[in-house]
């Protein structure tokens, strides 16, 4: 097994074009620290773009940015902090979770694997701010996708396909994303000893008011421990970021105290820090479960309190995005067979975030599609990767 | 002018047959008659007409599936039409296509407002949407200036944006899912209530697609809760450079309006002979609009003043109650309307700019439309720098549409010149199908056809727009596609 670690889009050209000419299949890494994220690959060489780093082009004026795509997220947000801008996606750092060191993810692997944090809700998942990219394809050609401003309609919007795609249409070279204006307060603050019915119900409440949240979370009194203070707070604690200035702040509080009614509201220091540990699943790090990643629709009707469904809520758990996303852990080595059937009726799906080798290699990393639609898969992935060079296999068989 | 394809004789020649078949499959819905397939002869890229083969009307997704399937047996083009409201040539037919008309299919089928999404058939108007859940204080934030006739699933093939979308996005960031159908006829479901996680993103691929990779047959989009408070305001400028500077300062000044709206001195004056909202005479005015909460808007207007008074304006007007905000807008939303009034033809353009080249793109405008010899005026969606030049001539005047063309073409190719895209929300269509290379090399474009293959490898799907060469698809890949090659020597394109 060779390594090419490449710093410059013509290398990753040449050693695409080395792989085809050798039918051999490349690993796409940056960092390494979602390697173990998706299938299990078995690749012939590593195409190693940590060395492919650093910002093309950054115009806070035009809150846009272009960096080459393993140019750290960490990297990036310090120079956003420095102009008062952000990722309005908040990319969460999945790195603890697979025992990978913080900080050190880059933004083609949080893009490739979709990790987007708690201010999602609000501003949307990073597919919603990719605008532009550039890529090599399985044909041995570079070229580009989308645009570099922030409303683009010209041919098709390929950006949101690399979004989560798991590198299996080839690796990203650049990859230019639209910014935010940090806002000038952000106040957290905990809704404490509540149940996850009544959290989940207070959460949607809350999403559906205008008070443009850009957290709302909540961690239940099972997994309250790995959250310090938080596990002190009876039943649960459900966790709200607002935003503004000063005076917007007052009235978003006191609009947030009337849908809270009888429940206690206290004020949570260093709230960016909580979310992004909900967000990363870094709470799940040591433990030696197995880590989901569920995603459903936010209300679930009655039934939903079956107590099967119960019972699934026994281990460690956490729910972000008014409860449309649910971190979970569960039994070791389990296929998850019951698990995709549950979310399937519900109408969400579920992943397999962590696990040991041999049960990703076993169970549904990602959840099965429809037999049309796998067809349909495969001659998209056919359409950039024809010859199955890139992460072969990574999301599903043959793709 | 893009010429208009020549029939394939062979798809003509049967078109007994096919009218047949289709009614066969949809007995009340065909139309078929030269009378009627006039009424649908074109969209609002009104230089282009040409009536259909045939025009049906389905109302149910199987026979959506149905006539698909039928198409893709018999080799025949299919256009699918929303509400024919596209201005870049997206449902444009063909004279040997079947134009696939969702006119029928207009029922709200589910209203989830504790999911706060509303699932709709791709007939229903963008407004129908809004009007379904006002009542509960919920609306649908993508607001194109035709939402009153245009459908969501043609919103969803053109990707289409609006007044608000500074703030609130396209279709694509307000679409949760959908269900679409394939040439064969076969349905897909992608996205729904939950955050993605379904596998590749295929929903936001097909979005914006102008009906080139599938056909939608039912949408699930989300509603956002009705800000309580919503402020506007109307800044006038001596210069349009100081408007666009004003633009850039609020930009980056971190302040994102719901919407800022930029129209010029001879946009301000047909719009006041035309429906008289009241407008200050001046070279240049924005309108300006914050919601939210009460005092964050406050805090937003106040802001705004003081970067408006900085940037030059010499007036900063606010509506002073909903009637005065209805007639402001209703004056940025009839600018199309009269222009119109101007001259017998008109052209918008649809370019996207970095907003910090919004002054020199706007002056070098104006040297074009001298060098050109053509009426021209500027309104457009200045906070995402999407420009919207409208080029007034007569069609009648010998080489006037070919000079307005090339008037267009060159505006566009200046946006791309300064780092922009050849379109933000109107689409390529037909309109800018051969400036693509413009934007795209040869292997930008490859890639995006080698996608269209991988959905509609016979290329029934809306062909002749977006792509300006047609290349053949491969089924197996492994070659390198063969770019240029003609497949269906008998296809024509337009």
Redesign the interface.
């Known amino acids: 097994m060779a390594t090419f670690s490449v710093s410059s889009e013509a290398e990753v050209l040449g050693a695409v074009r080395g792989a085809r000419e050798g039918s051999r299949t490349l690993e796409i890494v940056g960092h390494g620290t979602k390697r173990d994220f998706g299938r299990p690959l078995e690749c012939d060489d590593v195409l190693d773009l940590s060395g492919l780093s650093g910002i093309v082009n950054y115009e806070p004026d035009e809150m846009i940015i272009t960096a080459r795509a393993g140019t750290p997220v960490a990297e990036i947000e310090a120079a956003l902090a420095e102009h008062n801008q952000r990722l309005g996606f908040e990319p969460a750092d999945w790195g603890p979770l697979f025992g990978a060191s913080a900080n050190s993810a880059t933004i083609g692997g949080v893009l490739s694997a979709s990790c987007d944090g708690s201010a999602a809700i609000r501003y949307g998942r990073c597919r919603d701010h990719l605008l532009g990219f550039r890529a090599v394809n399985g044909f041995g050609e570079a070229y580009k996708g989308g645009g570099k401003v922030v409303k683009n309609v010209t041919g098709f919007d390929l950006p949101k396909l690399f979004c989560g795609a798991m590198g299996t249409l080839g690796p990203l070279t650049e990859v230019t994303l639209r910014l935010f204006p940090r806002p000038p307060l952000i106040r957290t603050v905990a809704v404490t000893d509540v149940s996850r019915f009544a959290a989940m119900n207070l959460l949607r409440r809350i999403w559906s008011s205008p008070l443009e949240a850009t957290g709302l979370s909540y961690v239940p009194k099972v997994s309250g421990a790995a959250f310090g203070a938080l596990g002190e707070f009876g039943a649960g604690a459900a966790l709200v970021r607002l935003d503004g200035t000063d005076a917007a702040l007052s009235e978003k509080i006191a609009m947030l105290r009337e849908l809270v009614e009888r429940h206690d509201v206290i004020d949570l220091d260093g709230g960016d820090r909580t979310f992004r540990k909900i967000a990363s699943g870094e709470s799940f790090a040591g433990m030696l479960q197995d880590v989901w990643l569920v995603r459903q629709p936010p209300y679930q009707p009655g039934d939903y309190e079956e107590s099967e469904r119960e019972a699934a809520y026994q281990d460690m758990w956490v729910a972000d995005w008014a409860g449309a996303l649910i971190w979970r852990a569960g039994t070791p080595g389990k296929n998850g067979a019951h698990l995709h059937q549950m979310q399937k009726l519900s109408g969400g799906s579920a992943q397999l975030i962590r696990a040991s080798e041999q049960t990703r290699q076993r169970a549904q990393v990602f959840a099965r599609e429809e037999p049309v639609r796998a067809e349909l898969t495969q001659r998209v992935k056919a359409a950039f990767d024809p010859l199955h060079l890139f992460n072969p296999g990574r999301m599903w068989e043959g793709v | 002018m893009i010429a208009l394809p020549q029939p394939d004789p062979q798809i003509v020649q049967r078109r007994t047959e096919i009218v047949a078949a289709l009614k066969h499959l949809v007995p009340d819905g065909v139309v078929s008659e030269p009378a009627g397939l006039a009424a649908y002869d074109g969209d609002a890229l009104t230089a282009y007409r040409q009536a259909p083969l045939a025009c049906v009307l389905p109302k149910l997704k199987d026979e959506v599936s149905a006539v698909l399937a039928l198409a893709h047996e018999m080799g025949v083009p299919i256009v699918p039409r929303g509400a024919g409201t596209s201005l870049s040539g997206g449902a444009l037919p063909r004279a040997d296509g079947i134009l696939l008309s969702f006119g029928r299919m207009n029922r709200i089928l589910d209203i989830?407002?504790?999911?706060?999404c509303v699932t709709a058939e791709p007939g229903v108007t963008n407004a129908a949407i809004t009007r379904a859940v006002e009542g509960q204080g919920f609306y649908y934030a993508p607001d194109p200036s035709s939402q009153i006739a245009c459908t969501i699933g043609g919103n969803i093939a053109?990707?289409s944006?609006g007044l608000h979308?500074l703030k609130y996005?396209?279709t694509?960031?307000n679409l949760l899912g959908v269900e679409f159908a394939?040439p064969d006829g076969?349905?897909?479901?992608?996205g729904?209530?939950?955050?993605?996680?379904?596998?590749?993103?295929?929903?936001?691929?097909v979005?914006?697609?102008e009906g080139?990779?599938g056909v939608v047959t039912e949408a699930t989009v989300r509603i956002l809760?009705?800000?309580?408070c919503t402020r506007t305001l109307l800044v006038a400028f001596h210069s349009v450079p100081d408007a666009g500077a004003c633009v850039?300062n609020i930009?980056?000044a971190?302040?994102?309006p719901a919407a800022m709206e930029f129209m010029d001195r001879r946009c301000i004056e047909a719009v006041e002979v035309y429906c008289a909202p009241g407008y200050p005479t001046t070279e240049a005015i924005l309108i300006i609009e914050i919601d939210?909460?009460?005092?964050?808007v406050?805090?937003g207007v106040a802001r705004i003043n003081e970067i408006a008074r900085a940037s030059g304006a010499h007036e900063v007007r606010e509506a002073a109650d909903e009637a005065e905000r209805a007639r402001l807008w209703k004056g940025r939303k009839a600018a199309f309307s009269a222009m119109g009034r101007l001259a017998p033809d008109m052209l918008c353009m649809d370019g996207?700019?970095?907003?910090?080249a919004l002054p020199a793109v706007l002056a070098r405008m104006a040297e074009m439309a001298k060098e050109y010899d053509l009426g021209f005026c500027n309104v457009f969606?200045a906070g995402?720098?999407?420009l919207h030049p409208l080029i007034i001539f007569d069609v009648m005047t010998p080489g006037e549409l070919e000079r307005a063309e090339a008037f267009g073409a060159e505006i566009l190719r200046l946006c791309v010149a300064v780092?922009?895209?050849?379109?933000?929300?109107?689409?390529?269509g037909v309109e800018?199908r051969d400036l693509?290379p413009e934007?795209?090399?040869e292997?930008?474009?490859?890639?995006?056809q080698?996608?269209?293959?991988?959905?509609d490898a016979a290329g029934l799907l809306n062909p002749g727009k977006?792509f300006p060469t047609l290349s053949a698809c491969i089924e197996?890949?492994?070659a390198?596609v063969k770019r240029g090659a003609m497949r269906h020597a008998g296809l024509p394109r337009f």
Do not use: W, Y
Request: aromatic content about 2%; overall charge negative.
């Open positions: 989830d407002l504790d999911n706060r053109e990707n944006g979308c996005g396209l694509t960031h394939l076969e349905r897909i479901r992608c729904g209530k939950a955050p993605g996680g379904d596998g590749l993103d295929l929903l936001g691929v979005t914006g697609s080139l990779l809760p009705k800000p309580p850039a930009i980056a971190g302040i994102v939210g909460l009460a005092a964050e406050a805090d996207t700019i970095p907003r910090r969606h995402d720098g999407n780092g922009g895209v050849l379109t933000g929300e109107h689409g390529v800018k693509m934007m795209f090399s292997a930008d474009l490859a890639q995006q080698r996608l269209k293959c991988a959905f977006v197996q890949g492994h390198h």
